[in-house]
């Protein structure tokens, strides 16, 4: 039985007062000034809400390691660079092709024996597209590693943005800073596609970009690092050089299996499309590109770092566009690997794990080539 | 679309502002109906001809019933068989066929039949039941009929509560339209606190509690006894925060358009018996299910054998209109057990009792426990899945070797504080010592900060699926 002072029904006269009787509400002429009054209140309510993002951006970015994806390579990465940081003077930085491919111990040992003595460290990363490449850059020079000399970039062109399994996640959101959401956005304009399309994938910058704005999901993950770290983290000393081969890589198994099984299936497919290389039409230049990479040298050369650009292999089509920025000196150096009549070692079945890597001898093979290379480029 | 979504909140401030921009009553409730109507379409444009079906259906049944003359059981009928058939349909038909199909085939028949596989549409069960009160009620005779057809398909789409609830009664949100409403009338300051409070129990709470307790239910065999509790007791909070968050903020939508809905949660955990606790517990829908089922079918008026069947209908039903399995059948019929236990407990051992004092000190305690196992049942998928959960959480016999870690134990303690300062008033008055400026500074800044505490994938509401 309910009476007067029982909770519930107190509880739902409180809720009833939310919105009052009539006859209990002044009247309208009593409230002069009215419009003015809300749109204070909701500017005072926006200037809050901003201050108090800013204020949070600042304090989340000073603790190491809090605003990465916990479940990739990149936080682990991070994380290691951070505590190594004034130990190396050479970092790779990419996607898969770098971070499955590029042996830095490998490396290191081959440009000693070439008179260039190094320690290096791979930064690539799987799905790392040319946003989040430049978003990474400009974290790892903002670290001020003493000896960085040299970052060896992965060369990318700027429609691969971001993987469908990849949206919205924590490290997907961290990267739309108000220039490359911009930079994304731009891309998605200018892509030829339907408008609908095309107006879904600007939407998705923009809303990646207001949850970075808004640090959405930073909150938990900073202060768990902040009160000890993420008992989740892998040890960083399992990544050493942040070097793992795909056959060895423990995650996502099925789907690189599955990957493996498609290559092996179709191996003969592999003749195939290196005899259809080149057949498409030539790809125009791309001034947005090119003003991209012009900033990013600027920015790494402003670190007192020289950029090297590297188009790793395997890549089954014809990139004479990409090869063409170092012609036209946008990029400063360029190592390419994307002639298989140059290299027919990184396009040859046994060094393959699938169609877009290479497997551990492939890697070893193309570590040493890019040893022998950059030491050439270096003595030049 | 989600309330938790960014895209709401341009959609809820063009929704208001031209709202409350417009001078008649009807345009508003016309505007707001457009609203609602794209609300739903958000998510499935077909699905919005089921729910103008029902509204047209309720609405000339509701003339009809009141004509005089008129067959009215018949009209009533209609309104039952074609809103029941649609939810009978849409939602029950597969569960009813495979059911058939598993009994037929444990008596050695071996029927050929397929299942419709129909997509079940968001909210089917929460409008049914409101359209279903209308008709009743207009049979009942305690509510007129409404002429405005305008009037009777936005009380059944209104977007707040469109899609999970609470469940409004046609008589309580009816009358409302009726007198002239003005902003001046509604509490802002009160109703964006509750909008605050639901967002937070929503997208802080249950959205980042969520990939715990889905790898735990995805393979319990994995996790220790440890880990199975940790996920029973977090499902117990997530279904709290995400359900009574949603009303919250539904609440709040409604209140800030001048319109009241009815309270849903009262701090259910804190009942000291599972009777109070499902007067606390989706308090529209257990009430529902008591006027419109359980007192018909006779309630505690006849025989205690009676009662207790009744009992066992309703809540059997109850936990049928949670989704089409037979894990909600039990679960619902395990609820009727527990209500009888303590009808009998009740009747048998006098208030003067010493026992009655140690049943009054564990009560909180017992219903919160009985609670937590009942939804192993409610959460877990298939029969495997089940009997593995009941087994590591009841019998503590768990294979695995997982669990969430011992600091689980604070993230209880942490949210056990939160909710108890919530239910004292905690905080409540602070907020409302501030000053106009100083509140909307402040309300600015703490829901900065809930978004910084969200999770960005945000897990549809639990309650979308019933």
Known sequence: MSTRNDPLTLARVRLAELVREPQATPARKACPGRGRRWGLDVLLCLLGAWATSRALAFLIDRVPGATLEVETALRVKSQYFDLHRDEFDLVFVGSSRVYYQVIPRLFDQRMASYGVPTTSFNMGVPGMYFPETRHVVERLLARHPKRLRWLVIELQDLERVIIPVDRLTRRMIHWHTPGLTTLAAEVAWRADSPWSERRARIADHLLHGAYRFANLGNGLPALRAACGGDPRAPDASTWMDGFVALEQEPKNRGQIEASRRRFLEQTDDVARRLASRGAGPERPRDPLLERELGDLVQLVRAAGVEPIFLIAPPLWEERGDLERLAADGIVPALLSYDDPERFPEFYAVPNLFDFGHLNLRGSEIFSARLAADLSDLLGD | ?466
Not at chain 2, 128 to 134: C, E, G, I, K, R
Not at chain 2, 449 to 454: E, I, N, P, V, W
Request: positive net charge; hydrophobic residues 55%; charged residues 15%.
């Open chain 2, 1 to 466: 679309m989600l309330f938790t979504e960014l895209r709401f909140l341009p959609f809820f401030v063009l929704a208001f502002a031209v709202h409350w921009l417009l001078r008649r009553e009807s345009w508003r409730r016309a505007w707001l109906l457009v609203c609602s109507y794209a609300f739903y379409a958000a998510w499935e444009p077909r699905f919005l001809l089921l729910i103008i079906a029902s509204t047209l259906v309720d609405w000339y049944v509701g003339l009809r019933l009141v004509r005089p003359g008129a067959r009215k059981r018949a009209w009533l009928g209609l309104s039952l068989v074609v809103n029941l058939g649609m939810l009978g349909t849409f939602k029950y038909a597969d569960f009813f066929l495979d059911s058939t199909v598993e009994f037929l085939r444990l008596a050695g028949f071996e029927p050929h039949v397929g299942t419709l596989a129909l997509i079940l549409p968001v909210g089917i069960s929460f409008y049914t039941f409101q359209t279903l009160s209308y008709s009743i009620d207009v049979y009942r005779g305690t509510l007129a009929p409404r002429k405005s057809l305008l009037d009777v398909a936005f009380f059944v789409a209104f977007f707040p509560q469109l899609v999970a609830g609470p469940i409004v009664r046609a008589a309580e949100f009816l009358p409302q339209l009726d007198v002239r409403r003005r902003l001046a009338q509604v509490d802002v300051r009160a109703a964006l606190l509750l909008f605050l409070a639901g967002f937070v129990k929503k997208a802080c709470i249950s959205d980042n509690l969520a990939p715990a307790i889905d790898a735990f239910y995805a393979a319990p065999a994995k996790y220790d006894v440890l880990g199975a509790w940790a996920a029973a007791i977090y499902y117990t909070i997530q279904i709290y925060c995400d359900f009574s968050g949603y009303s919250d903020m539904a609440i709040a939508c409604g209140a800030l358009l001048g319109f009241r809905l009815p309270l849903n949660f009262f701090f259910p955990y804190f009942s000291g018996d599972v009777r109070e606790f499902w007067r606390r517990w989706h308090i529209s829908l257990s009430s529902w299910i008591r006027d419109y089922l359980y007192v018909p079918l006779g309630g505690s008026r006849g025989s205690r054998l009676r009662t207790h069947v009744n009992l066992l209908i309703a809540m059997t039903l109850c936990g049928l209109w949670h989704g089409a399995s037979w894990n909600f059948v039990l679960w619902g019929a395990l609820h009727a057990v527990a209500l009888i236990v303590h009808r009998e407990w009740s009747r048998r051992v006098s208030e003067a009792s010493p026992l009655r004092r140690v049943s009054a000190a564990l009560g909180v305690p017992l219903t919160f426990l009985t609670w937590t196992v009942s939804m192993v049942l409610f959460r877990a998928r298939g029969a495997e899945a089940t009997w593995q959960a009941l087994r590591s959480v009841v019998l503590f016999d768990a294979p695995g070797g997982r669990n969430f870690g011992w600091s689980f134990l604070g993230v209880l303690a942490a949210l056990a504080v939160l909710h108890a300062l919530a239910r004292f008033g905690g905080g409540r008055a602070l907020w409302r010592a501030l000053p106009e400026r100083g509140f909307a500074l402040a309300w600015g800044a703490a829901f900065a900060l809930a978004l910084a505490f969200s999770s960005p994938q945000t897990q549809p509401f639990l309650y979308f699926q019933f």
